[in-house]
């Protein structure tokens, strides 16, 4: 079983495409799945969009009546397909964003590296459509702001788009310690990485394209308060970590690049 998490709020502009979206592609890659959504306090219309595709699709829906976060709703979401799952070294959890920046196309690739062996699986993006070049360049350096070892192979930590296998995610949620996130945004995301990475025998990433033009709304996200963020957020997420895992340091080109953009 493959479990599709998806935080959601304030997307009614795009979920529908993005469930459509997600129908489609199993239609023509058969495999058994669920999609778990929550809908996090959303004032735009997004629950009452959401009813009829709960008729139509494997879809459960979670509504908090306040917003609470990302990384909560991250991690509601990843619970709850754990105590679905009866088969955790074979069924997935796979995080996607609900604004449909991230093409569900691309699902087929991860699902296939996990079907071969992966334990976890990173989509690493191409951004289109992103006309801030600050921005680009916070997401491409985000691991040097985060000051802490990156994991082996994997450039783009704060995608968002992976896939996780359940007994991956059982291993590094066992001390079952709440919060198991204890940063949010974008953070969060590298944090999930960083944690799922101790336990999985074999990381591999797929090559997407982020269409960020998709989106039907202004960006949240204000690079220098990313970058910030970031440097604030390196400790929790460095505490997360495996001892002895690989690192990686900028190169002076990469270094000169973030300080010329920095200032």
């Known amino acids: 079983m493959l479990y599709l998490c998806i935080p959601s709020h304030d997307e009614a502009a795009t979920i529908g495409l993005l469930l459509w979206k997600i129908r489609k592609t199993f239609e023509a890659f058969p495999r058994e799945y669920e999609i778990l959504l929550v809908d996090d306090g959303s004032s735009d219309g997004t629950s009452e969009l959401l009813e009829p595709y709960a008729k139509a699709l494997p879809l459960t829906v979670i509504r908090h009546a306040e917003p609470q976060g990302y990384a909560r709703s991250l991690e509601e979401l990843l619970r709850l397909a754990l105590e679905r ?27 296939r590296r ?26 491409r350096y985000a691991r040097f702001l985060l000051r802490g070892p990156g994991v082996s192979g994997v450039k783009d930590v704060l995608s968002g788009f992976l896939a996780i296998r359940l007994a991956t995610l059982r291993g590094a949620m066992r001390n079952g310690a709440v919060p198991f996130l204890h940063t949010d945004g974008r953070s969060a995301n590298a944090e999930l990485l960083a944690r799922a990475a101790r336990h999985a025998r074999r990381i591999e990433t797929v090559d997407v394209v982020e269409r960020l033009d ?23 997420i460095r505490q997360s970590r495996a001892d002895g895992l690989p690192t990686r340091s900028a190169s002076k080109a990469e270094d000169a690049e973030l300080e010329e953009v920095s200032r």
Do not use: N, Y
Not at 87 to 92: G, S, V, Y
Not at 114 to 128: P, R
């Open 214 to 236: 998709r989106r039907q709304r202004a960006s949240r996200c204000d690079p220098w308060q990313l970058a910030r963020q970031l440097w604030r957020d390196g400790r929790a």
């Open 114 to 139: 996990l079907e071969s062996g992966a334990d976890l699986v990173v989509a690493e993006a191409t951004l289109e459509g992103e006309g801030r070049r600050a921005a680009r360049l916070v997401r």
């Open 85 to 111: 799952s009866d088969r955790p070294k074979r069924d997935a959890a796979i995080v996607m964003h609900a604004d449909f920046s991230q093409d569900p196309s691309a699902l087929p690739d991860l699902v």
